[in-house]
Protein backbone atom coordinates (compact mmCIF):
# COMPACT_ATOMS: atom_id res chain seq x y z
CA UNK A 1 0.00 0.00 0.00
CA UNK A 2 1.05 3.47 -0.82
CA UNK A 3 2.45 5.69 2.19
CA UNK A 4 0.80 9.11 2.89
CA UNK A 5 4.00 10.86 1.73
CA UNK A 6 4.60 8.82 -1.21
CA UNK A 7 0.77 9.82 -2.06
CA UNK A 8 1.92 13.43 -1.84
CA UNK A 9 5.12 13.01 -4.27
CA UNK A 10 2.45 11.13 -6.82
CA UNK A 11 0.31 14.16 -6.83
CA UNK A 12 2.93 16.64 -7.05
CA UNK A 13 4.43 14.67 -9.99
CA UNK A 14 1.16 14.61 -11.75
CA UNK A 15 0.64 18.84 -11.46
CA UNK A 16 3.90 18.95 -13.26
CA UNK A 17 2.33 16.42 -15.86
CA UNK A 18 -0.75 18.92 -16.01
CA UNK A 19 1.28 21.75 -16.47
CA UNK A 20 3.17 20.25 -19.42
CA UNK A 21 0.01 19.06 -20.90
CA UNK A 22 -1.82 22.31 -20.63
CA UNK A 23 1.34 23.85 -22.46
CA UNK A 24 1.19 21.34 -25.28
CA UNK A 25 -2.85 21.89 -25.59
CA UNK A 26 -1.93 26.07 -26.12
CA UNK A 27 0.83 25.37 -28.61
CA UNK A 28 3.43 26.64 -26.46
CA UNK A 29 5.82 23.96 -26.71
CA UNK A 30 8.03 23.63 -29.20
CA UNK A 31 9.39 20.14 -31.09
CA UNK A 32 11.59 19.68 -28.84
CA UNK A 33 9.53 20.49 -26.03
CA UNK A 34 11.27 24.10 -25.42
CA UNK A 35 8.55 26.55 -24.06
CA UNK A 36 7.64 29.22 -26.39
CA UNK A 37 7.78 32.95 -26.32
CA UNK A 38 4.49 33.73 -24.26
CA UNK A 39 3.02 36.81 -22.65
CA UNK A 40 2.94 37.41 -19.28
CA UNK A 41 -0.96 36.97 -18.81
CA UNK A 42 -0.77 33.37 -20.18
CA UNK A 43 2.14 32.86 -17.98
CA UNK A 44 0.10 34.39 -14.84
CA UNK A 45 -2.87 32.55 -16.20
CA UNK A 46 -1.39 29.02 -16.48
CA UNK A 47 0.90 29.35 -12.79
CA UNK A 48 -2.62 30.18 -10.97
CA UNK A 49 -3.92 26.76 -12.31
CA UNK A 50 -0.42 25.02 -11.44
CA UNK A 51 -0.53 26.52 -7.89
CA UNK A 52 -4.64 25.22 -7.38
CA UNK A 53 -3.11 22.23 -8.31
CA UNK A 54 -0.03 21.60 -5.90
CA UNK A 55 -2.18 23.49 -3.10
CA UNK A 56 -5.14 21.06 -3.25
CA UNK A 57 -2.43 18.17 -3.57
CA UNK A 58 -1.21 19.51 -0.07
CA UNK A 59 -4.63 19.91 1.47
CA UNK A 60 -5.15 16.28 0.42
CA UNK A 61 -2.00 14.92 1.81
CA UNK A 62 -2.38 17.05 4.73
CA UNK A 63 -6.10 15.23 5.57
CA UNK A 64 -4.36 11.99 5.02
CA UNK A 65 -1.87 12.16 7.15
CA UNK A 66 -4.14 13.66 10.42
CA UNK A 67 -6.11 10.61 10.49
CA UNK A 68 -3.90 8.55 12.94
CA UNK A 69 -6.15 10.35 16.01
CA UNK A 70 -8.88 9.72 14.11
CA UNK A 71 -11.55 8.75 16.27
CA UNK A 72 -9.90 11.01 19.06
CA UNK A 73 -10.64 13.76 21.21
CA UNK A 74 -8.40 16.48 22.19
CA UNK A 75 -7.17 18.02 25.13
CA UNK A 76 -4.48 21.23 24.79
CA UNK A 77 -2.89 23.17 26.81
CA UNK A 78 -0.63 26.82 25.74
CA UNK A 79 0.96 28.13 28.47
CA UNK A 80 1.19 27.14 31.88
CA UNK A 81 -1.83 29.34 33.71
CA UNK A 82 -3.80 27.05 30.91
CA UNK A 83 -2.61 23.77 32.54
CA UNK A 84 -5.90 21.45 32.98
CA UNK A 85 -6.80 18.03 34.52
CA UNK A 86 -9.32 16.20 32.50
CA UNK A 87 -11.49 12.93 33.35
CA UNK A 88 -11.15 9.97 31.07
CA UNK A 89 -14.00 8.14 30.72
CA UNK A 90 -13.05 4.76 33.02
CA UNK A 91 -12.63 7.47 36.00
CA UNK A 92 -9.13 7.75 35.24
CA UNK A 93 -7.93 11.98 35.97
CA UNK A 94 -4.61 13.57 33.66
CA UNK A 95 -2.95 16.59 34.76
CA UNK A 96 -1.64 17.67 31.00
CA UNK A 97 1.42 20.63 31.21
CA UNK A 98 1.60 23.33 29.26
CA UNK A 99 2.51 23.48 25.46
CA UNK A 100 1.15 19.52 25.70
CA UNK A 101 -1.82 17.60 23.83
CA UNK A 102 -3.62 14.55 24.98
CA UNK A 103 -5.87 12.49 22.15
CA UNK A 104 -8.04 10.46 23.89
CA UNK A 105 -11.43 8.62 22.93
CA UNK A 106 -14.86 9.63 24.38
CA UNK A 107 -15.29 5.79 25.40
CA UNK A 108 -12.54 2.80 25.82
CA UNK A 109 -12.66 -0.41 23.83
CA UNK A 110 -13.43 -3.97 25.69
CA UNK A 111 -10.00 -4.63 26.14
CA UNK A 112 -7.81 -1.87 26.70
CA UNK A 113 -7.49 1.92 26.93
CA UNK A 114 -5.22 3.56 24.79
CA UNK A 115 -4.45 7.45 24.82
CA UNK A 116 -1.77 9.66 22.91
CA UNK A 117 0.27 12.05 24.39
CA UNK A 118 2.67 14.63 23.00
CA UNK A 119 4.50 16.94 26.10
CA UNK A 120 3.66 16.15 29.30
CA UNK A 121 1.37 14.70 31.66
CA UNK A 122 0.52 13.60 35.03
CA UNK A 123 -1.29 10.19 34.94
CA UNK A 124 -3.57 8.88 38.26
CA UNK A 125 -5.11 5.62 36.45
CA UNK A 126 -7.91 3.64 37.56
CA UNK A 127 -7.16 0.08 38.58
CA UNK A 128 -8.39 -2.79 36.07
CA UNK A 129 -6.59 -5.99 35.83
CA UNK A 130 -8.54 -7.30 32.93
CA UNK A 131 -8.03 -3.53 30.63
CA UNK A 132 -4.93 -2.26 30.62
CA UNK A 133 -4.31 1.53 29.99
CA UNK A 134 -1.76 2.55 27.43
CA UNK A 135 -0.13 5.31 26.31
CA UNK A 136 1.47 5.70 23.19
CA UNK A 137 4.11 8.75 23.10
CA UNK A 138 6.64 8.84 20.00
CA UNK A 139 7.10 5.57 19.26
CA UNK A 140 7.16 4.23 22.96
CA UNK A 141 4.63 2.97 25.01
CA UNK A 142 3.67 3.09 28.81
CA UNK A 143 1.30 0.43 30.12
CA UNK A 144 -0.11 -0.13 33.51
CA UNK A 145 -3.61 -1.60 35.22
CA UNK A 146 -3.85 1.06 38.18
CA UNK A 147 -1.11 3.74 38.86
CA UNK A 148 0.20 7.21 38.94
CA UNK A 149 2.93 8.54 36.98
CA UNK A 150 4.18 11.35 34.90
CA UNK A 151 5.25 11.25 31.22
CA UNK A 152 7.64 13.46 29.33
CA UNK A 153 8.29 13.61 25.80
CA UNK A 154 9.42 17.36 25.76
CA UNK A 155 13.44 16.46 24.69
CA UNK A 156 15.45 16.74 21.32
CA UNK A 157 15.24 13.29 19.72
CA UNK A 158 13.10 10.63 19.89
CA UNK A 159 13.73 10.49 23.97
CA UNK A 160 10.69 9.65 26.44
CA UNK A 161 10.87 10.26 30.28
CA UNK A 162 8.49 8.35 32.55
CA UNK A 163 9.02 9.03 36.44
CA UNK A 164 6.82 6.92 38.81
CA UNK A 165 4.48 7.76 41.67
CA UNK A 166 2.92 4.88 42.75
CA UNK A 167 2.27 1.40 41.56
CA UNK A 168 4.10 -0.22 38.85
CA UNK A 169 4.98 0.76 35.31
CA UNK A 170 6.35 -1.09 32.03
CA UNK A 171 8.12 1.48 29.70
CA UNK A 172 9.00 0.24 26.32
CA UNK A 173 9.67 0.60 22.84
CA UNK A 174 7.29 -1.49 20.62
CA UNK A 175 8.99 -4.51 18.84
CA UNK A 176 12.48 -4.13 20.59
CA UNK A 177 12.87 -6.13 23.50
CA UNK A 178 16.08 -4.67 24.29
CA UNK A 179 14.08 -1.70 25.26
CA UNK A 180 11.54 -2.55 28.17
CA UNK A 181 11.62 -1.42 31.57
CA UNK A 182 9.77 -2.23 34.84
CA UNK A 183 9.02 1.01 37.00
CA UNK A 184 8.98 1.28 40.48
CA UNK A 185 7.91 3.94 42.82
CA UNK A 186 10.55 6.84 42.82
CA UNK A 187 11.79 5.52 39.83
CA UNK A 188 12.36 7.23 36.42
CA UNK A 189 12.91 5.60 33.40
CA UNK A 190 14.60 7.34 29.92
CA UNK A 191 14.22 5.74 26.78
CA UNK A 192 16.17 7.45 23.03
CA UNK A 193 17.86 6.61 20.44
CA UNK A 194 21.11 6.85 22.76
CA UNK A 195 19.97 6.48 25.98
CA UNK A 196 18.14 3.24 28.01
CA UNK A 197 18.32 3.77 31.41
CA UNK A 198 16.67 3.47 34.89
CA UNK A 199 17.42 5.92 37.98
CA UNK A 200 15.78 7.10 41.19
CA UNK A 201 14.29 10.49 41.13
CA UNK A 202 16.58 13.13 43.09
CA UNK A 203 14.42 15.76 42.24
CA UNK A 204 12.06 16.61 45.36
CA UNK A 205 10.27 19.75 42.78
CA UNK A 206 10.25 17.27 39.59
CA UNK A 207 6.29 17.13 40.26
CA UNK A 208 6.35 21.04 41.04
CA UNK A 209 4.80 22.04 37.62
CA UNK A 210 1.59 20.39 38.44
CA UNK A 211 1.55 20.78 42.60
CA UNK A 212 3.54 24.41 42.80
CA UNK A 213 4.56 23.37 46.18
CA UNK A 214 8.63 24.35 46.58
CA UNK A 215 9.82 23.69 49.85
CA UNK A 216 13.08 25.00 50.67
CA UNK A 217 12.44 25.41 54.10
CA UNK A 218 15.86 23.41 54.57
CA UNK A 219 17.91 25.24 52.42
CA UNK A 220 18.62 25.25 48.97
CA UNK A 221 21.05 26.87 46.29
CA UNK A 222 19.49 29.87 44.26
CA UNK A 223 20.71 28.21 41.08
CA UNK A 224 19.03 24.77 42.07
CA UNK A 225 15.59 27.09 42.90
CA UNK A 226 16.35 28.58 39.75
CA UNK A 227 15.91 25.76 37.83
CA UNK A 228 13.10 24.48 39.96
CA UNK A 229 10.89 27.69 38.83
CA UNK A 230 11.96 27.21 35.13
CA UNK A 231 10.38 23.78 34.87
CA UNK A 232 7.83 24.30 36.49
CA UNK A 233 6.40 27.82 35.48
CA UNK A 234 8.13 27.18 31.94
CA UNK A 235 9.93 30.25 32.07
CA UNK A 236 13.71 31.47 31.26
CA UNK A 237 14.84 33.04 34.57
CA UNK A 238 18.69 33.67 34.86
CA UNK A 239 21.03 34.95 37.54
CA UNK A 240 23.85 37.85 36.17
CA UNK A 241 25.82 37.19 38.87
CA UNK A 242 27.20 33.56 38.67
CA UNK A 243 28.58 34.23 42.12
CA UNK A 244 24.82 34.43 43.23
CA UNK A 245 24.19 30.63 42.56
CA UNK A 246 25.59 29.53 45.55
CA UNK A 247 23.45 31.77 47.55
CA UNK A 248 21.32 29.69 50.08
CA UNK A 249 17.78 30.12 49.71
CA UNK A 250 15.37 29.21 52.77
CA UNK A 251 11.30 29.57 51.94
CA UNK A 252 8.44 27.67 51.44
CA UNK A 253 5.71 28.65 48.61
CA UNK A 254 2.45 26.86 48.09
CA UNK A 255 0.85 27.74 44.88
CA UNK A 256 2.43 31.06 44.87
CA UNK A 257 2.48 33.28 41.19
CA UNK A 258 5.65 33.49 39.66
CA UNK A 259 5.42 37.14 40.35
CA UNK A 260 5.33 36.62 43.90
CA UNK A 261 8.23 33.92 44.29
CA UNK A 262 10.45 36.49 42.08
CA UNK A 263 9.49 39.76 44.01
CA UNK A 264 10.69 37.24 47.72
CA UNK A 265 14.01 36.27 45.97
CA UNK A 266 14.53 39.94 44.74
CA UNK A 267 13.93 41.51 48.12
CA UNK A 268 15.81 38.70 49.87
CA UNK A 269 19.05 39.51 48.31
CA UNK A 270 18.55 42.86 46.59
CA UNK A 271 18.00 42.11 43.13
CA UNK A 272 15.59 43.87 40.07
CA UNK A 273 13.90 41.86 37.52
CA UNK A 274 14.64 42.53 33.58
CA UNK A 275 12.85 41.09 30.95
CA UNK A 276 14.35 40.33 28.03
CA UNK A 277 12.24 38.82 25.53
CA UNK A 278 11.93 35.45 26.21
CA UNK A 279 14.68 35.87 28.89
CA UNK A 280 13.91 36.91 32.64
CA UNK A 281 17.17 38.38 34.11
CA UNK A 282 18.19 38.61 37.85
CA UNK A 283 20.45 41.42 38.34
CA UNK A 284 21.49 43.41 41.83
CA UNK A 285 20.26 46.98 42.04
Same mark, same amino acid.
Given at each position: ?????? &???????? =?????????? +? $????? =? $????????????? *?????????? !? !?????? /??????????????????? &??? #???? !?? $????????????? /????????? +??????????????? *???????????????? #???????????????????? /???? %??? #??? +??????????LEPGSVGRIGKKIFDKTLNNNPYYMSWKTKIFDFREGEKLDNVIVAINRSYGVNIVLEDKKMSKKVYSTFHDNDP???????????? %? !???? &?? $?????????
Amino acid at each position: MMNTKE &KNIYNVDN =AWKNLHNRFE +E $DGLLT =A $DNKIKSISFYMIA *KIAAIFIVGV !L !LSYLAY /YSISNTSHSGMQLAETFTE &KNI #KMIE !LS $DGSLVHINKESKL /YYPESFGEN +ERIVELEGEAFFDIK *KNPQKPFIIKARNKEI #KVLGTSFNVNTNFEGEKVEV /YVET %GKV #KFY +EPGNTQKELILEPGSVGRIGKKIFDKTLNNNPYYMSWKTKIFDFREGEKLDNVIVAINRSYGVNIVLEDKKMSKKVYSTFHDNDPLNTILETICLTY %G !LSVE &KQ $DELTLLRAK
